[in-house]
Nanobody, 115 residues
Framework: QVQLVESGGGLVQPGGSLRLSCAAS????????MNWYRQAPGKERELVAR???????NYADSVKGRFTISRDNAKNTVYLQMNSLQSEDTAVYYC?????????WGQGTQVTVSS
């Protein structure tokens, strides 16, 4: 039973920072690529960042240079460090893993960037 639990969201001013965490359980975390997605109201869910089992990372163009994905296999946790946040980053952020051909999602954590 795959379980993903996001935390760390909240209200932040433009230019501020947040660190999101995703605690994973129910699978062998260290052998799966982990992803962060986000979804703003009325918009498609989009891939924000990805980290592979060997630590290779990929980012959406809109967040390159501002966001950093990392993982701690000993803690079964993936992180998303978000710096220089903009209003356009406002969304629900979801942790994701593809396992046995299925996508699994956490409940999401709200990030609101506003002055």
């Amino acid at each position: 039973q795959v379980q993903l639990v996001e935390s760390g969201g909240g209200l932040v001013q433009p230019g501020g920072s947040l660190r999101l965490s995703c605690a994973a359980s129910g699978f062998t975390f260290s052998i799966y690529t982990m992803n962060w997605y986000r979804q703003a109201p009325g918009k498609e869910r989009e891939l924000v960042a990805r980290i592979t089992i060997v630590g290779k990372t990929n980012y959406a163009d809109s967040v390159k240079g501002r966001f950093t994905i990392s993982r701690d296999n000993a803690k079964n946790t993936v992180y998303l460090q978000m710096n220089s946040l903009q209003s356009e980053d406002t969304a629900v952020y979801y942790c994701n893993v593809e396992r046995t051909g299925l996508f699994y999602w956490g409940q999401g954590t709200q990030v609101t960037v506003s002055s």
